[in-house]
Every structure is written in C-alpha cells, then in structure tokens.
C-alpha cells in the first residue's frame, strides 16, 4: 500500500477495468482481457491496491459530476440528490453487502466535500473484501449516472480509456 491517498497506476486502471467487467455493454473478449488486467494488478500491487484505486476513481467520478452540473437547470446537488441516488441504488446489486454502505457513504461525502477519498478511506484501515465489492458497484452507478446525464451510453468508459491511453503514450 501506498501513502498519502497515492494509489499505483495500475490499479487505477485494474478499477477500472473491474467497472468494464460489471458493465453489461462491455464485449465478452474486452471483458475477458480486463478480467486478466484486474486479476494482474491484484497479483503485483495486491486486492488492497486495486481497491484503494477504486475508492480514487469513486472520487474523480463523483468530482466529475458535480463539476460537470455546475449551472445546469437539472444539476444533482451531492448530498440531496447524488450521494442517496447512488446509495438508494446499491441493493439492486445481490452481493452488495448492506454493512459496508456507510463506509461507501463516507468515500462519497468526503468527494463532494472535495477530500482526497483514498486518504480520508486509509484512516480506517485495510479495506475488506465485501467493502471493495460495494466500492465496485458505487463506481459502476456512479458511471452509469454520468452516461445518463450525458445520454450517451459508454460515453465515461471511453473518456476514462482516453485519459489511460494518454497516460501511457510516449512523447513524441
């Protein structure tokens, strides 16, 4: 594990690679490759990593969106609207375990409070299992929200892949 709220690359990337395994639309060769880079990143970095990477990206999503309404006539305000949307949402996933709801909560409040989400989550320690589970599908509602604002499915997973891909280019 890292400090500081630092998250290793690739498991940001493996994180989101669990968000395309979840999500229905994602081809079953895509699925199946992402499967083999979450699965890398657990052996090198450890499942603690990768979920720390999670909890990173539930903060730049969560970020997103409240940036992104900003002036919007339709704009979801955080702790009225985004956070209990997302929260009221996470049964509809069978393994979501209803325990970790207030840890997944917390992440969310310290986002729209503009908290570094990996530090505030580091400060109660490891995350288990059936927490990072909760953390995945935050993630996974959180994208479909941004895909429905926009109303254009896949539009978050290509701007994700895009900043991934630009991360990894060479300079010219």
């Keep these: 594990m890292t400090d500081d709220g630092v998250v290793v690359d690739e498991a940001i990337r493996a ?3 669990s968000y395309r395994v979840l999500e229905k639309c994602t081809p079953a060769e895509e699925r199946r490759q992402a499967q083999q880079r979450v699965q890398a990143a657990m052996d090198a970095y450890g499942p603690e990593e990768v979920s720390r990477g999670t909890v990173f990206l ?3 999503l969560t970020g997103y969106l409240i940036v992104e309404q900003e002036g919007s006539k339709n704009r979801l ?5 985004l956070i209990p949307a997302v929260i009221r949402k996470l049964p509809t996933f069978e393994m979501a375990d209803p325990v970790q709801v207030p840890m997944a909560t917390g992440v969310l409040m310290a986002a729209a409070m503009g908290m570094d989400t990996v530090a505030w989550r580091d400060q109660f320690g490891p995350i288990p299992p059936n927490e990072a589970l909760v953390h995945s599908f935050v993630l996974w509602l959180l994208a479909d929200l941004f895909d429905s604002t926009t109303e254009r499915p896949g539009t978050i997973d290509q701007l994700m892949r895009e900043t991934f891909d630009s991360m990894t280019a060479e300079p010219s």
């Design 15 to 17: 994180a989101w690679d």
């Design 58 to 60: 539930v903060g730049v």
């Design 77 to 81: 305000d955080p702790l009225s609207d």
